[in-house]
C-alpha cells in the first residue's frame, strides 16, 4: 500500500488528485469544529458520552461523523443522510420497475438516480436535523445548564422559533455541504468520495481512542498495562483477518463451448465467476443496527423506566446493548440481512440464463436449472461464512463493554475498522489501476 501510495506521488496528475482529495479531508476536519449557534457543546458532549455506548446506535453515527455528533458542530450530520439515502433507493432499485428501467438505461439512467439519491438525502436531513434538535431540546430540561441556550431562556415567543430555525438550517447546509464535497472528491479526487469521508471521519476517531488508553494505563498501569498491550496486540489480528476475508472469494470455473464460425474458431476458453466472502459489506450491519437503534430510541424520549417491574422496564432491559439478549438478537439479525442483501444482489436463474446463452456452462453441471440451483447452494454457503464474521466483528464491542465499563466509548474496532480497512484497500485499488493505465506502453512500444 505505502509502496503504491509512492508511485502515485511521482506522477503529476495523480499527485494533484491526492492533494485535492486531501484538501477536501482538511475542509471537512475544519467544519467539524465549527460550533452552531445557541448550542453548549460541552453540555451535549458529557450527554453523548452517557448514551453514544457499548457499540449502540448513537455510537456509530458519532464514530463516522468524526465526534462532530457528540460536539453538535456544523458537520454534525455529516454524510449519514446520503449513506441512508443511497440504501433506501438501493432496495428500491430492486423493488420498483420505474427505477430498475432506469438503472439499466445505462449512465444516463446513473445520473438521474443520483439526483433522486441526492434529494432524498436532503429530505432525511431535514428530518435527521429536526430529530437531533428535539434530543438537544430534551438535553436542556435541567435548567440554565441546558444544551440549548435560547430553549432555556425563552419559553414561548419568535426567539425560540428563531433559534430552532437557525441550528436545524446549520444541520441540513452541512450535511450538503459534505455530499457535496463528496462528489467532488468523486469527480476530481481518488476514490469513492463517501468513501473518503466516511474514511476520514472514523480515521479522526483513533487518536482519541489511544489517548483514552493512555490515560487508562497512566491512571492504573498494574490494571489496564496487560488490558491495552492485548487490546493493541487483538487490533492488529483483526487488521490482518479483515484483510484477509476481505479479499477471499470462491471461484466457480466456467467453460466456453467451441464454436466455427466460417474457418475461425471461437470459445473454447475457461475462466470462473468469482464471489467474494464479504460481497455485502457492512450493509447488514448497518441494516441490523438500525433495527437495533429503535427500542433505543423509544427510550430515548419516553426516559427511563421508573419501576423495576412492568413490559416497558422489561422491554428496555431485552434490549439493552449490556445485555446478552441484545447481543443474540443483533447477531441473528446481521445474518439474516446478510442473506437478504446477497439475495438482491445476486440472482442465480439470470447468471444461469446468461451462461447457457453464451455457450458456457459449469463442468459436470447440467445447463439450466441444475446450474441455477449450484449457484444457490454456493452463494447461501460463502454468505453463511461472511456472515458469521461480520456477526462477530460487530459484537466486538459489546463484549468489550460487558468486560469493562471503561472500555465501552472505545470506537476503534468491530465495524469502524471494517469500514476504515475496506475503504483503504478501495482507495488503493483505484490507485493501482490509475499507475497501472499510466504506464501502460501501449502497441507502439
Known sequence: MFQTLKRAWSVPEIRKKLLYTLLMIVIFRFG???????????VVSSW????????NFLEYLNTIT???LSQATLFSLSITPYINASIIMQLLTYALPPLERMRDEGEEGRKRINKITTAVALALSVFMGFAYYL???RMSATGDDGAIHYAVKYTQGWEMYFSAVVIIACFVAGASFVVWMGNRISDKGIGNGVSM?????????????????????????AKYLFVALGYLLFIIFEFAFIVFMNESERRIPIQYAKRVVGRKQYGGQKTHIPIKVMMSGVMPIIFAMSFMSLPQTIQLFAGEPTQTTGFYYHFCKFFSTRSWSYAILYFILIIAFNYFYVSIQYNPIEIANNLRQGNGGI???????PTSDYIQR???????VG?????????????????????????????????????ALETTRTLESQLMMRHHKGFLS
Not at 465549527?34 to 460541552?42: K, N, Q, R
Not at 456477526?391 to 464491542?397: H, N, V
Open 197 to 221: 469521508i466516511l474514511f476520514a471521519g472514523i480515521a479522526a476517531r483513533f487518536p482519541v481512542d489511544a489517548g483514552m488508553l493512555v490515560r487508562l494505563v497512566t491512571d492504573d498501569p
Open 378 to 384: 454456493v452463494l447461501s454457503k460463502i454468505a453463511l
Open 387 to 423: 456472515a458469521i464474521f461480520l456477526g462477530f466483528i460487530a459484537i466486538i464491542p459489546i463484549f468489550l463493554g460487558m468486560i469493562d465499563d471503561n472500555l465501552r466509548s472505545l470506537s476503534m474496532g468491530g465495524t469502524t475498522i471494517l469500514i476504515a480497512v475496506s475503504v
Open 363 to 369: 463442468p459436470g453441471i447440467r445447463p439450466g436449472k
Open 48 to 55: 453523548m458520552t452517557q448514551n453514544a455506548t457499548n457499540g
Open 32 to 42: 467539524s469544529a465549527v460550533a452552531v449557534p445557541f448550542l453548549d457543546t460541552s
Open 135 to 137: 434530543t438537544l431540546k
Open 66 to 68: 468524526g465526534g462532530a
